[in-house]
Structure formats: structure tokens, C-alpha cells
């Protein structure tokens, strides 16, 4: 058995036994943390594009996609490997009529052109073979129907490197998959248009998402900064307790990510219908690559009207009607020092009230006396003659010292604790 063979055989096999998909559905079940905002943020995307009456999810798994379309009186048939999912999936559906059949991505058990809109959420990016996959789904979907899915983008992994000064092969090759349990596709979005085209299908939205969802998801611009690691993930908690919270981080997943480009988001959903339209792709295509250009430039109120189509007004009183409960505020603050590292303007001002921007200045004023202060104590430690002196028995004394020296030289060099600053240097 070849490589590729073996992975999807893995992938298709790995959810077949009973006890892993009881958890898989308790979690999924679960109002709690990233998970309550992942799972809305998804299945708003297929509500909102789903069309026609009849629907396949295809991976339905336990049908958190397509169950809520079922209930709104969608016909919806169901198709997975895993028989133990399609059990838990008829549980989970009780009266609702669904029907539930077990299949293969890329061998479906269905007639040609029986379905309106053929749907699969996380599962499209899990296997390598996605032409024939594509080949197959395009079978199944009716002339003038549907094909919505997600996929990772190799064009957010190519846009990092870019930024960090690094060639595009950095890109693709830094973060490619170990093995085949760390394995998700990875497509730009120009390739997977390129395809969609061959099958007669015209791009009809790519929706980008998941910056925020904290380990559910992933920006590498902002790992490693103020909304990664556990204190975010702890804060991401909130948004299931906290209805303001829960509803500013929606906000900026739908209505400020979503309106970008495949390179601002780790992941993007692509919809796509069965009609050929070569030259309107290819118009899509170039309208696509000038909009990411032009965000590469900063983010602004009217760049996000005019190329993602926002209504700036009610976006601001929207934002600053949110950011008046503070955990609200305290979340944007740390989103906008995460952002200080990348040097990537915002226009603040075009999104939010001049005392928010106040509020915002300061905090964003200390981060980069912050990150000034690091990197001059770092540098003192690499100078050979202070290395050598600020040394005890082998100990660099550089870094212990670190916490009062740093408060020393933002006190002195900044005059970051001044009464007019209204930061404290002891919390």
C-alpha cells in the first residue's frame, strides 16, 4: 500500500469506534470556550449559503452542521465512514426526519445531479486526494446547485513568510504536516479556483475565519503574542458565560475576518456553484489578489467597505456599543498588542468612539515601551563585556534582574509611571 493510500485509509477508519465518538459528541455538546464560538461561526456559514431543499453533508459525523438546516425543513441526507457516527448522528436528530447512509468522500452511494447543495464541514481538509474528491462531489450536485467545504490556506502560511522576511517556500515547507496524524490540507486559493474551473464550477465566496478560536485554530501572525497560549485560551472561556463578549468576538470573526482574504485567516470556507463561468473566475481571481495586496497595506474602514462590502457607520456603533462592558475592551487590547509585533496599521480611528481610542493608545503605548525595554535588556546581555561582568558563577545576572531593571528603565528613559500615564509599575 502506497503513502497516500495508507493516509486515507487511516483518516477514513479513524472515527469508527463507538467510545471516541461518544466523546467526540460530548464535546462537541459543549457550551464551553472556543468551542460555543467555533461551532456558531461555522454552521452560520452554511446557513447562510446553504440553498435549493435538498442538502448532503457529506462527513456529517454527528450532524452539528446539518442537523439545525434539518430542523428549518431542509431535506438533508447524511453520508459517513463511521457507522458509529451515523448512530450517534440518528440520536442526536430524534424526530427530526434525516436520512443517514454509510459512504466514502470520494465513492458516494448516490445518483447524479439529487442534490441542491452538497455540504462537509472539517472534512474536506483531511485527506490528500482532494481532485478526485472534488471530481466526485461535482457528480452528485445538480446544474446550478452548491459545493461549500473549508480547507487550511497555504496562502495565510505564505503570507506569514513574507512578513517575516522569508521566501515563499518557507512558507509551505515550515509548517507541513509531520505525519499523517498532524495532516490538513493546505490549499492557496488560486489553485483550488484553477480546479474548480476544470469542473465547471464559478467561485461564488471565500470566506475566511477562525483567527480567534484560540487552540481550535490558528494565525501565525499572532501566535506567540497577547491572544495565544493558555491566558488567551482561559479568556476565550468567557464567551460562553459573558453573552457581550461571545457577541464581540462574532463580530470580528464575520464581520471584519470574513470580509478579507485567504491570507488573513488559517482557514477558509469556499463556496462554489455548479455553473461554468471561466472568465468571471478569473475576474474573481484578480479582483482577490489586488484586495490582499491593499490589506497588506493596513487595515481601513474604507478598504473593508469598498472591497468587503462592511457598512462602516454601523460597524462603529456596533463595536462601540460592545466595547462599553470592559472584558470586551480588555479583549481588543490585547488583539491590538498582539498586533504592535507585526507593525500592521489599523486605523483605529475608523472603527471605534475617540475616548475607546484613548483608552486604546495608552495601553498600546506601554506595549511598545515594553517591547522596547526587552529588547534593549536582550542586547545587553550579548554585549561581551557587560555578558562577562553581569555574570555570578556562571549565572547571568542580566536575567535575573530583569523585572526591576525593566521597571527602572520605563520609569527613567519613558516616564511610563507617571500620574499622567496611569500605568503602575507594580500592577
Known sequence: MNDQAAHIAWKTNAWKDAGMVSGYAQRMAERSGWNVLKNHVETRIFERFACGSDVLDIGIGTGRASLPLARRGYNVTGIDSSQAMLDKCRELAGPVPITLLPGDVARLPLPNDSFDTVMALNTFAHFPHWREILKEWVRVVRPGGRVIFDVYSLDHDIAYARAVGKPAEYGVSHFAPKDVGSFFLRLPIDELVSFADELGFTISAVVPYGVFFGRAGFNHFLTGGAVSGFSWDRLLSWVSVDPKLFELFVFLEEEIVART??????????????????????RWLERNAEYAGELRGGLTADLLAARGGADAPKMRERLSNLLAHEPCMYALARIALANLAWRWPIRYHDFLEESQCRVLERVLQAGRHDAQMLELLSELGKVDALGARWTHEGVPLVTLLSYDAASEILDRAFDAFSPASGISARG
Open 261 to 282: 482574504t485567504s491570507e488573513t485567516a488559517s482557514r477558509y470556507m469556499a463556496v462554489f456553484d455548479r455553473r461554468a463561468d471561466s472568465q468571471a473566475n478569473s
